[in-house]
């Protein structure tokens, strides 16, 4: 199993211009994540996804972010316009998710994205 | 959500076993304890979960009090390895929310 699978590892860009990152999941898996961690705010949800259908959007920062599961193996977050405040590991998880599951999370590796 | 509390970091020698612990009297019945750790630029992983039991698993034990208001993960013999922030979780069976507190930092002594 080759786990999750995020690109790019590393974004270096400049304020104003749009940022994608991208995450494929464990497959077989229906529930997807999108963190950020900073130093100053550690490890913080944005947005899950369960079946391809966002759930919870609230940790989204504000207009510029915007995240997207158009099937079971692929996801974006994108932002648009990037500010230096941005600048941030962003990982992807994803979960079996259901019912019954107890909700163990497999991480990526995450996307280092620095905006100058 | 219920609200945990950590300590900041904690030091062990290699070899030795470690306790961290974790509090989170705010639990309600159904939720499970998870822990995770981040090793140093990487992603977290999972380590393991519980909701009443003691568990074990290759990686740690869990200890869970009997009111279920706090619990400890062991690792019976700590390595260079097991360096990293480990983080302590309430999760709700099929609950999709996993957030994420400050953790504790395990400094582990050669």
């Known amino acids: 199993d080759a786990g999750v699978i995020q690109s790019p590892r590393h974004e270096v860009t400049e304020m104003g211009q749009e940022v994608t990152l991208r995450c494929k999941p464990i497959s077989g898996h229906n529930s997807l994540f999108w963190y950020r961690q900073t130093m100053m705010r550690g490890l913080e949800l944005l947005i899950y996804f369960n079946n391809n259908v966002p759930i919870d959007d609230s940790g989204m920062p504000e207009d510029r972010f915007s995240a997207k599961m158009p099937n079971a193996s692929f996801s974006t977050l994108k932002i648009q316009p990037s500010e230096p405040r941005d600048s941030a590991v962003y990982f992807c998880?994803?979960?079996?998710?259901?019912?019954?599951?107890?909700?163990?999370?497999?991480f990526g590796e995450g996307s280092r994205l620095t905006v100058l | 959500d219920a609200k945990t509390t950590q300590p900041n970091s904690m030091e062990s020698n290699e070899e030795e076993p470690v306790h961290l612990p974790c509090n989170h009297s705010t639990i309600s019945g159904t939720d499970y304890i998870h822990w995770y750790r981040q090793l140093p630029s990487q992603g977290p992983e999972y380590v393991i979960h519980?909701?009443?039991s003691n568990v074990n698993n290759r990686m740690a034990s869990l200890a869970i009090a009997e009111d279920r208001k706090s619990s400890t993960l062991i690792l019976h013999r700590a390595t260079l390895r097991d360096a990293a922030v480990y983080y302590c979780i309430p999760q709700r069976t099929g609950g999709f929310k996993t957030i994420f507190g400050a953790g504790t930092r395990l400094f582990v002594k050669a």
């Open positions: 519980g909701l009443t």
């Open positions: 998880a994803s979960s079996l998710g259901g019912r019954v599951n107890t909700g163990e999370l497999f």
